[in-house]
């Protein structure tokens, strides 16, 4: 799991993460790079790829999970094959 954020100031991304309890890494994405390519247009928005970067679906954008629920069902029939 990576999490992108269009923040810049790092002493900001570190206390929301200190806040959040965050544990896996952040990319900043200043430019909105990735948000642009995923069209990742609110937050937070939760996009599932194969190991290889490939959307989970085949789809472009990537499935998008906002519940625990919605993420196991897509997860769920990748970790079978």
């Given at each position: 799991?990576?999490?992108?954020?269009?923040?810049v100031?790092?002493?900001?991304?570190?206390?929301?993460?200190?806040?959040?309890?965050?544990?896996?890494?952040?990319?900043?994405?200043?430019?909105?790079?990735?948000?642009?390519?995923?069209?990742?247009?609110?937050y937070?928005?939760?996009?599932?790829?194969?190991?290889?970067?490939?959307?989970?679906?085949?789809?472009?954008?990537?499935?998008?999970?906002?519940?625990?629920e919605?993420?196991?069902?897509?997860?769920?029939?990748?970790?079978?094959?």
């Open positions: 799991m990576v999490s992108i954020t269009p923040e100031d790092e002493a900001l991304i570190k206390q929301f993460w200190d806040e959040y309890e965050g544990t896996w890494p952040v990319v900043k994405d200043p430019g909105l790079v990735a948000t642009d390519r995923w069209n990742a247009n609110s937070p928005t939760n996009l599932v790829f194969d190991r290889d970067g490939t959307p989970a679906t085949g789809e472009t954008p990537a499935v998008r999970a906002r519940t625990f919605e993420f196991t069902s897509v997860i769920d029939p990748l970790l079978e094959v």
